[in-house]
């Protein structure tokens, strides 16, 4: 079944410790994106990938770093999470190699800092 | 960069009413169109998408009408049923360059 996973669904965690989201998608999409979710804001994008070894920040990268070493994968990493990063986050992949194509979202994320 | 501003953030109807939900983007040369619906505790799904050769596209109750020259596209629901109720972002691009969404308008359709 093609998909986008995302792992944890649901993380609680404390201000200061380190963690990574993963993104994984089994469609060889070339395109791969990070969104947060905050009311009345919509979709904003963190950074976005369109290639293997190619990322680029998006509209509120700042507190988060992304790798993308294989085409199938795009972890997020918070180095050091703060409460304003509670959100709940989208990871979402595409068949092109930019935006200009249906985007496929991950089930979400719902990040807790306290 | 590329910024798209949506309206209204709320928007109530009867059912059997149409709904029409407002874009307008900023980059002249954004050529792609999508409209995504998010039901309550669910992921965005695509519903409808337009390209910037084209002015009108429709599916069953649903159509886009994109204006090149105003920069602006607008979401059309014909007899909207209850299970239409849902948030809907539009969003925009250029070739080469991200998604950008919309802030999104909450759609409640009261039977």
């Given at each position: ?14 201000t ?9 998608q ?8 990070w ?5 009345g ?6 950074y ?10 998006g ?32 990871c ?7 935006g200009?194509?249906?985007?496929y979202?991950?089930?979400?994320t ?5 | ?9 709320t ?11 407002k ?18 505790g669910?992921?965005?799904?695509l ?26 596209f ?11 109720s849902?948030v809907?972002?539009?969003?925009a ?19």
């Amino acid at each position: 079944e093609a998909q986008v996973t995302q792992n944890p669904r649901y993380l609680i965690t404390v201000t200061g410790k380190k963690l990574t989201v993963t993104c994984s998608q089994n469609m060889n999409h070339e395109y791969m994106s990070w969104y947060r979710q905050d009311p009345g804001l919509g979709l904003r994008q963190i950074y976005y990938s369109m290639n293997v070894e190619v990322t680029d920040k998006g509209d509120v990268p700042e507190g988060y770093k992304v790798s993308r070493k294989e085409k199938r994968n795009f972890p997020l990493i918070l180095e050091s999470p703060s409460p304003n990063q509670t959100s709940l986050y989208f990871c979402a992949s595409s068949f092109g190699a930019s935006g200009g194509y249906e985007q496929y979202f991950g089930p979400g994320t719902r990040l807790t800092v306290t | 960069g590329e910024n798209v501003e949506q309206h209204p953030s709320t928007l109530s109807v009867q059912e059997g009413d149409s709904a029409v939900i407002k874009c307008t983007y900023s980059d002249s040369a954004s050529n792609y169109f999508p409209w995504y619906k998010q039901e309550l505790g669910k992921r965005p799904q695509l519903i409808i998408d337009i390209r910037s050769n084209v002015g009108e596209k429709k599916d069953q109750r649903i159509a886009v009408t994109l204006n090149k020259t105003a920069k602006h596209f607008s979401l059309h629901i014909t007899e909207t049923q209850p299970e239409d109720s849902a948030v809907y972002f539009c969003a925009a691009s250029r070739a080469g360059t991200a998604l950008i969404f919309g802030k999104g308008t909450t759609l409640s359709v009261s039977s």
